[in-house]
């Protein structure tokens, strides 16, 4: 058992049908740091995210949290271990303001049973929260439907907090935001950061983990390629991993030379 | 910029709109505006009223049911049936119509919860099993002259309306409360919003299908009570037809047909806009036919509306942010 680390998945492994979509993966989340998640398309890295965030259910494998085994068959479940996914795809619920996008699901109620809604309660916390995080949403009231997208990932991030996540999980926050927004984005995540939270970061735009992530988690075909210190790596070694894997374990090195962006 | 609450807006537009055909109408006839005439419009739709109640449940929800007319059906032949052919006691007669009518929505909420299939289709299958079983029951025999008793919700007056007006009024506002203040109403309009969404939320979304469906049944085997009680005669072709017109009245009255919107007074004003057209019509000397026609240019016409305002929202969404980069909370 080790306690040093917020999450441990140990030889993960999930097909579809006849996609070994991931193979014997290991990854190691220490407390309180920025790890990102980097592959190419198809290498996995959603797949094992949902995994972890209980959309996915592993064929085999085991997943502890704070060295303690943990059993994931549904969001719920990691919800109460603690962990928060904010996804790519799909939306928050644009037929509901803010207040609203926050609590569902976790509505504070009040009366009998608790079948009637806390609204002023669940406005008062949403207020807080917007100070909190000092993002740049202008009332709880609003629509989401009528937000930029780098708010909606903020009221994302807001709906995780509220309920004292200790893991988040981000799939690619960034990728469809402009400059401003983005920077504005990842000082959120580092403010995350600050407060605790222990942070896993899927992205393709490897210049953001460089500049917020503490080590990043290279995936190639479904396999973890290696763990690496970001302090310790350029731009270069980490894109090279990417496409060619890890020197020596066999994966095919493609014929074309591979240019770095950025 | 403050945005307008959408919903709020459309429920505003619904009033008005029927205010409108109210004065349009009295100019065509002097009889409309009268209290006698008034009255009846508003007697003659209780169960309308409480039957797209239930509906109401399933459309926010973002499923539709279109079984609600030969569930109608059903439950009135069994109903009348125990009460004129087996001689069982009221009160109990109506406790297993109800109850049927509650296992028939159950039934319709598991088929859709458990096979994938568009609700739409699978509640028109369903519709018609409903009605082959009714006709079945009822060997297409008519049933009428209940007892008094049963007769008392829909003929005895209480500040000169009828008992059903009062019930469909405590149903209305009950399930309003249900829809604005209760944790249940908050998750049927995030589930009708995004249903992958609300999954992921931890919302238990087949137990709430199950839910809506069953409740919806429960709420026409109500509808169904008022029908047969205030006409003192049903066959299985009693019912048939309902479906239609609260379908048309709940998206007049502003509930999507996608889902995730809805309130009561809109619907109901949704249902009195329908009603006062054909009252209307009738009065105007234009006939049942023509009504037809109309009922079935609204129902388009609102459909269309409602597609309408989706767009224009969606438009508003991609310029202010890229659509890909919508972010569902776990």
Not at chain 1, 64 to 80: C, L, M, R, T, W
Not at chain 1, 142 to 161: D, E, P, T
Request: net charge positive.
């Amino acid at each position: 058992m080790n306690t040093e680390y917020a999450v441990e998945m140990k030889e993960i492994c999930k097909r579809f049908g006849g996609v070994h979509a991931l193979k014997d993966v290991n990854l190691e989340l220490r407390r309180g740091e920025i790890m990102g998640i980097v592959g190419d398309n198809g290498a996995g890295k959603s797949t094992l995210m949902k995994i972890l965030s209980g959309a996915y259910q592993a064929d085999e494998g085991e997943i502890y949290i704070y060295g303690e085994k943990a059993v994931i068959h549904n969001p719920q479940d990691s919800f109460n271990l603690g962990i928060s996914m904010i996804y790519q795809d799909l939306a928050l619920f644009n037929n509901l303001d803010v207040t609203k996008n926050i609590f569902v699901g976790r509505e504070l109620v009040r009366g009998p049973f608790g079948i009637f809604l806390n609204k002023k309660s669940m406005y008062q916390k949403t207020v807080n929260l917007i100070r909190e995080l000092r993002v740049d949403i202008k009332s709880p009231k609003l629509n989401v439907a009528s937000m930029s997208g780098g708010q909606r990932q903020m009221v994302a991030c807001a709906r995780a907090i509220a309920f004292q996540s200790k893991i988040l999980i981000m799939d690619e926050p960034t990728a469809a935001l402009g400059v401003t927004e983005a920077n504005k984005l990842l000082g959120l995540i580092r403010n995350l950061k600050d407060m605790g939270l222990s942070i896993l970061l899927i992205t393709q735009r490897i210049p953001d983990v460089l500049a917020i992530a503490d080590r990043v988690f290279v995936l190639k075909g479904g396999q973890r390629q290696d763990i690496l210190e970001v302090s310790r790596v350029t731009l270069d070694d980490v894109v090279t991993m990417i496409v060619k894997g890890k020197a020596g374990n066999g994966n095919q090195i493609p014929d074309v030379e591979y240019r770095s962006f950025g | 910029m403050a945005k307008i609450n959408l919903s709020g807006l459309k429920k505003y537009t619904v009033m008005f709109v029927l205010a409108i055909l109210m004065v349009l109408f009295s100019f065509t006839s002097p009889y409309f505006l009268t209290v006698r005439n008034l009255t009846n419009i508003v007697t003659q739709n209780t169960y309308f009223i409480i039957v797209a109640i239930g509906l109401s449940f399933v459309m926010i929800g973002g499923g539709i049911d279109l079984s609600v007319g030969y569930q109608m059906s059903l439950v009135g032949v069994v109903t009348a049936m125990l009460m004129v052919v087996y001689d069982v006691p009221v009160w109990l007669a109506v406790t297993l119509g109800l109850l049927l009518g509650t296992i028939l929505g159950l039934l319709n909420g598991l088929i859709v919860s458990s096979i994938k299939v568009f609700p739409l289709i699978a509640t028109l299958a369903t519709s018609i099993v409903f009605q082959g079983i009714s006709y079945m029951i009822s060997k297409a025999n008519t049933f009428r002259s209940y007892p008094d008793v049963f007769l008392f919700l829909t003929k005895e007056r209480f500040l000169g309306m009828p008992f059903d007006v009062f019930l469909a009024l405590v149903l209305a506002i009950l399930v309003s409360i249900v829809y604005s203040e209760t944790v249940f109403g908050f998750r049927l309009m995030a589930l009708g919003g995004n249903e992958e969404a609300s999954r992921l939320s931890g919302i238990n979304i087949r137990k709430m299908k199950i839910i809506l469906y069953t409740l919806c049944g429960f709420f026409t085997a109500i509808g169904t009570m008022v029908m047969i009680s205030k006409a003192n005669t049903t066959n299985s072709s009693f019912g048939p037809g309902t479906e239609f017109i609260v379908l048309t009245a709940a998206i007049v009255g502003g509930i999507s047909f996608m889902g995730g919107e809805g309130n009561i007074p809109a619907l109901i004003a949704g249902v009195f806009i329908l009603a006062v057209l054909g009252n209307g019509m009738q009065l105007a000397g234009w006939g049942t036919y023509a009504q037809f026609v109309v009922r079935g240019l609204i129902l388009l016409g609102a459909v269309a509306f409602d597609e309408y305002q989706r767009n224009t929202r969606n438009a508003r969404q991609k310029r202010s942010g890229p659509e890909k980069l919508l972010v569902k909370g776990t």
